[in-house]
């Protein structure tokens, strides 16, 4: 099995003993593909000029299939950038994203209303 990391947890609580609480494995990968999804590209560009998604500049535009495609590109292309990552399927059902990702060791993570 693929070691997924561990990192700070973005959700902002703070853990029993009241530290700052860590997130590990399949959940840390969780949120760092929803952390690159919700970065606008180019926030980063001292680390990487790639990290991040260009959501923000599809706002406004109409909500056309071809804009789908073309937000869910952005996104499936981003995510692929982790090396924790194989495979990527993002999909708009009825006003939501979910984003189907299989991971290097063959996992299925399932996130739905990924894109907010």
């Known amino acids: 099995m693929v070691d997924f990391g561990t990192?700070?947890?973005?959700?902002?609580?703070?853990?029993?003993?009241?530290?700052?609480?860590?997130?590990?494995?399949?959940?840390?990968l969780i949120q760092a593909i929803k952390n690159r999804i919700r970065t606008y590209k180019g926030t980063y560009s001292f680390i990487d000029?790639?990290?991040?998604?260009?959501?923000?500049?599809?706002?406004?535009?109409?909500?056309?299939?071809?804009?789908r495609q073309i937000l869910c590109l952005d996104v499936e292309t981003n995510v692929l950038q982790d090396k924790r990552i194989a495979k990527t399927g993002c999909n708009y059902n009825n006003g939501y994203y979910d984003?189907?990702?299989?991971?290097?060791?063959?996992?299925?993570?399932i996130l739905e209303d990924v894109i907010i």
């Open 7 to 28: 990192d700070i947890n973005s959700d902002g609580r703070l853990s029993s003993n009241g530290q700052i609480s860590l997130i590990s494995d399949r959940d840390n």
């Open 49 to 67: 000029s790639n990290y991040g998604t260009l959501i923000k500049e599809m706002v406004g535009y109409d909500n056309t299939d071809v804009n």
């Open 99 to 109: 984003l189907k990702v299989i991971t290097v060791d063959n996992d299925e993570i």
